[in-house]
């Protein structure tokens, strides 16, 4: 089975997936570790992060393990980030490999803006996280914090806005749910309720697609 879960920033989709996957026995892909791990490379070049053939060559480059989070997760990284990923070039060169790591056989985990509805969109399970803004950045400036930066709430509220803003409306595969995908709302959701939430939606999934299958427990 695919699950496919995309989402705007600091919804909550990361920490979904990794649980969903654990909990389903599938691999795991965050997708928006590529675009990171794309725009880090040409920070290190001390390239441009306009220069759209350098990016081309980096997401190229990439292999879809080992990134080094610790590197990647910073404010600025996504930011940076959300840069990369808005050249169609760019994009195209990381298509393939998502695909194949999702067409791995007995499925795959997902996670990203674009998964249910260009990257896998035959995937049997879509859902789009979302949370309101004001939401997202609290949870965002808990997780910077964590992390040993030093975090002003309305800056990481601003970034959150500007990332949804330009994620969403870039010419090639803009941040919007997939027409089938179900919507999860976890601004009132802490994680367990938010797992517990979208355990319930796979499960439907699957007992919809196949009558006889009643629980999403690995097979
Ligand atoms: O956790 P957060 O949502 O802040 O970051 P992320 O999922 O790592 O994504 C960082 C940036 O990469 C996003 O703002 C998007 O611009 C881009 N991205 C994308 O375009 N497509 C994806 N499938 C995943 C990420």
Known sequence: MI???????????GTLA?????????????????????????MDEGRDLADVAAAVAAARGLALVDFDEKLLRGRDMGEAASIVAAMPEVRRALVESQRAFARRPGG?????????????PEAEAKIFVTATPE???????LELKGQGEKVDYAVVLEDIRKRDERDANRSLAPLKPAEDAEILDTTMLDVEAAFKAAVAIVDRLRAAARPHSFSSSPE
């Open 3 to 13: 699950v496919a879960i995309d989402g705007p920033a600091a919804s909550g989709k």
């Open 18 to 42: 990794r649980r969903l996957a654990q909990h389903l026995g599938l691999p795991h892909l965050d997708t928006g570790l590529l675009y990171r791990a794309t725009a880090r490379a040409l």
């Open 108 to 120: 795959a985990v997902l996670d990203g803006r674009d998964i249910g509805t260009v990257i896998c």
């Open 135 to 141: 939401t997202r950045a609290t949870r965002r400036a």
